[in-house]
């Protein structure tokens, strides 16, 4: 089981040029909006034509531009679930999937039954989709990709157009069928959590390029690059200078921090997520403490987002951005602290991808 | 009162939205689907042209091309023994050429609303673009094609300029209503010209009380698309 894919395409402002594999399971490809994420999938599925490359899934060659071979859409068996689900206004849930299967009315019947009871979706036969909540049109369209037994299933946001508490629910959904589905997946999102929840591997782009490939939870745990960093959801990122063998000069917020690693040569930036700080008061010894102005606060249902400028008089005055649970901030509604500490080892190692542009 | 040009204009206009109905939705499909952007651009205006032309220029085409000593009114004479300029058959070349635009545009447009990720969904789910367009496009596009429709019916039924450079005003074989109340006015008899104008005004207003029943499906039929998004 494999797919395998190399593209190149001329896009607006930039183009898209990767090669990848996925040999089992679900990749996540995570990018931020308009990085060329969804050109890749649509380029797999032979929605779009890239300018240049070649695609085999499994033994299949769907596409060689250099070979001149380019598989219809309708030959590639691939299913693709797209953003709104594109599920036939004009149809039945029933007939929604049953569209995709070559088969007689009689050996059609007893497999949209099954798929429609796997898919929790007995009772709803007759109804159209405009008449099922959200999550019931997301299954049909689950369902009507899987009724057609596709070699690779293409997952396109699938959870943008959906508010937030069912998009959790469904989040969890998936997840299920992924487990048992056994098969390849290929998720494009621009949320990380969706990819830490569902992927077991994960590729980031930035600007149609590549910038990371790797397992999921080693990729947000050590992001390597400052753009993977920020992919992965890291909202404090400072250029930085080695000076020591574990020490480095974050030039943006005017300090020296010790770190766990050793600093690798090619370090340019240092990266902390939110909430790996910890407030230390005026006159206490702690290891990498940081200087701050006074904070602008926003609160968020659970938590409270503090944003501090470091002190422009040490460094280049970038800003600090500490996420931290109520109960904590109640301590400091009056007072905020001055100064944030952060342990060596959470601090991300960052070396700017080269032939990359800047993040 | 005579009504052989009430008899004739709805045998014209029946026969009319038939033939520009299939063409109007094949020229649609064929357009739409074009790859080349330029090629699209240029066929559309050719095909939009007689909606912006005057009907007399229409007309004066259609005589130069089907006219008696014209080498397609010829062909038609000398094989067919059939003389097409001045017969009736004229008037549904006339309604058909100026309804036309009408019917193609109004379902160019039904199928470009449809939402181009369902046909990409038919064609990742293995349907062959005969069956996108029978079982997705055009049902998902009846609202604006049969609006399209009663546009182009009422159009043809209203053609009075390209008629009579092609068809003539021959009483009882191409005078339709237009050329009747024309003819009638010419002629000083006002009644005569007044049943004929009531008999138009009452068809053209069910033409857009039709319509408009259409569009407004259009529209639901738009909102439901959108609510399965969110």
């Known amino acids: 089981m494999s797919l395998e894919v190399a593209l190149e395409k001329k896009l607006k402002g930039f183009s898209l040029d990767l090669a990848f594999q996925v040999h089992s399971g679900c990749l996540g490809i995570l990018g931020a909006s308009g990085c060329g994420k969804s050109m890749t999938l649509k380029s797999i599925a032979g929605i779009v034509r890239p300018d240049r490359g070649r695609i085999v899934l499994h033994d299949r060659v769907l596409l060689d531009t250099d070979k001149r071979i380019d598989l219809p859409p309708q030959k590639r068996k691939v299913g693709y679930l797209f953003q709104n689900y594109a599920l036939f206004p004009n149809m039945t849930v029933e007939e929604n999937v049953g569209i995709g299967l070559r088969l007689s009315r009689q050996e059609k019947e007893p497999v949209v039954r099954q798929m429609i009871s796997h898919f929790r979706l007995d009772g709803l036969e007759q109804r159209y989709p405009w008449q099922l909540s959200g999550g019931q049109q997301q299954r049909v369209a689950l369902a009507r990709i899987l009724a057609y037994h596709p070699d690779v299933l293409l997952l396109d946001e699938p959870f943008s157009a959906l508010d937030a508490y069912l998009k959790e629910e469904l989040q969890m959904e998936l997840a299920r069928l992924l487990r048992e589905y056994d098969g390849l997946a290929i998720l494009v999102t621009h949320n990380r959590d969706e990819v830490y929840k569902l992927c077991g591997n994960l590729m980031t782009i930035h600007q149609g390029r590549m910038i990371s490939f790797g397992d999921t939870r080693e990729t947000f745990h050590n992001p390597v690059h400052p753009q993977v960093a920020r992919l992965t959801g890291c909202k404090n990122l400072s250029r930085a200078q080695a000076v020591g063998e574990n020490q480095v000069r974050a030039l943006d917020w005017g300090v020296t921090l010790q770190t766990a690693q050793p600093i690798p040569p090619k370090l340019t930036h240092i990266g902390i997520r939110a909430h790996d700080f910890y407030p230390v008061g005026e006159q206490e010894n702690v290891i990498n403490p940081i200087p701050l102005l006074t904070p602008e606060v926003s609160e968020a249902p659970f938590e409270w987002n503090v944003i501090f400028k470091a002190d422009p008089s040490l460094g280049d005055g970038g800003q600090i951005w500490w996420k931290l649970t109520k109960d904590i901030w109640s301590a400091y509604l009056q007072h905020p602290p001055t100064r944030l500490a952060v342990k060596p080892e959470h601090i991300l190692l960052l070396s700017e991808k080269t032939g990359n542009p800047p993040v | ?230």
Request: proline residues 4%.
């Open chain 2, 1 to 230: 009162m005579d009504v052989s040009p009430i008899l004739i204009s709805m045998k014209t206009a029946s026969v009319t939205i038939v033939i520009t109905f299939f063409l109007g939705v094949a020229a649609a499909r064929w357009v739409v689907g074009l790859r080349s952007k330029h090629l699209r651009t240029i066929m559309d205006g050719l095909l939009t042209l007689p909606l912006v032309l005057p009907p007399t220029v229409a007309g004066f085409f259609l005589l130069y091309i089907f006219g008696v000593k014209r080498p397609v009114g010829e062909f038609f004479l000398n094989y067919f023994g059939y003389k097409i300029a001045f017969s009736w058959s004229a008037t549904v070349l006339a309604a058909t050429v100026v309804a036309f635009p009408l019917m193609y545009r109004s379902a160019r447009g039904a199928f470009e609303q449809v939402d181009e990720n369902l046909i990409f969904a038919g064609r990742t789910l293995g349907l062959s673009e005969r069956e996108i367009f029978w079982k997705i496009m055009m049902p998902n596009a009846v609202p604006g094609v049969l609006s399209g429709g009663v546009l182009a019916f009422a159009r043809g039924l209203g053609e009075f300029g390209a008629t009579a450079m092609i068809a003539g005003n021959i009483a009882g074989k191409t005078r339709t209503l237009p050329l009747a109340i024309y003819s009638a006015v010419s002629a000083g008899d006002m009644d005569k010209a007044w049943d004929y104008v009531a008999i138009i005004v009452v068809i053209s207003f069910l033409t857009v009380v039709g319509m408009n029943y259409f569009s407004g499906k259009e529209k639901k039929q738009a909102k439901r698309g959108q609510r399965h998004v969110s």
